[in-house]
T-cell receptor, first 115, second 119 residues
Framework: AQKVTQAQTEISVVEKEDVTLDCVYE???????LFWYKQPPSGELVFLIR??????QNEISGRYSWNFQKSTSSFNFTITASQVVDSAVYFC????????????FGTGTRLQVFP | EAGVTQFPSHSVIEKGQTVTLRCDPI?????LYWYRRVMGKEIKFLLH????????ESGMPNNRFLAERTGGTYSTLKVQPAELEDSGVYFC?????????????????FGQGTRLTVV
């Protein structure tokens, strides 16, 4: 079965702290895609990153970085020097190669960054 | 360019009533998806349109839910009659046609969701 687990329901940090959001996935496919979405208070889901299973290189985009490890089926997301504007619910998602149109989401992690 | 638009943003209805949610995708996007998040749980796929055709409706919970996409533009999701367990946030997303068979995939753009409360 395909499944995405985000074990952290809620995380609170103080501004400028680093924070890592965990994502563990299960899939039978050897080829698949992983995603992170951000849901700010306004409600829409904002795309952050897509990574295919062939590419295990870590990615950095400004204060955001992603650590993809196939050996542990994890795709963790780190925010460096967090800011209040990072407060949101973050969702990790999986889509399989032969059904790329269906995203399988985790339950989300609510991040609160306090000033 | 306008994003994915959903209407209404909130709806409170009584059990047994009918509600229709609307989604306007990004212009030119053939793919349109409906997802739902029940409080505190994961966002779950409901169905997928390619233009006006239902490509995959495996996530539709039961026959009280009816989705349409006439003319391949906007889509509606009707719940009739609504039950308490239908409460949640209904998201719509759209994407351009992707290139199956390659490692390319296209980004799905989501709307702000419709929060449905059935009392």
């Amino acid at each position: 079965a395909q499944k995405v687990t985000q074990a952290q329901t809620e995380i609170s940090v103080v501004e400028k702290e680093d924070v890592t959001l965990d994502c563990v996935y299960e899939t039978r496919d050897t080829t698949y895609y992983l995603f992170w979405y951000k849901q700010p208070p306004s409600g829409e889901l904002v795309f952050l990153i897509r990574r295919n299973s062939f590419d295990e290189q870590n990615e950095i985009s400004g204060r955001y970085s992603w650590n993809f490890q196939k050996s542990t089926s994890s795709f963790n997301f780190t925010i460096t020097a967090s800011q209040v504007v990072d407060s949101a619910v973050y969702f990790c998602a999986l889509s399989e190669y032969y059904n790329t149109d269906k995203l399988i989401f985790g339950t989300g992690t609510r991040l609160q960054v306090f000033p | 360019e306008a994003g994915v638009t959903q209407f209404p943003s909130h709806s409170v209805i009584e059990k047994g009533q009918t509600v229709t949610l609307r989604c306007d995708p990004i212009s030119g996007h053939d793919n349109l998806y409906w997802y739902r998040r029940v409080m505190g749980k994961e966002i779950k796929f409901l169905l997928h349109f390619v233009k006006e055709s239902k490509q995959d409706e495996s996530g539709m919970p039961n026959n009280r839910f009816l989705a349409e996409r006439t003319g391949g533009t906007y889509s509606t999701l009707k719940v009739q009659p609504a039950e308490l367990e239908d409460s949640g946030v209904y998201f719509c997303a759209s994407s351009q046609d992707n290139n199956r068979g390659s490692l390319l995939n296209t980004e799905a753009f989501f709307g702000q969701g419709t929060r449905l409360t059935v009392v």
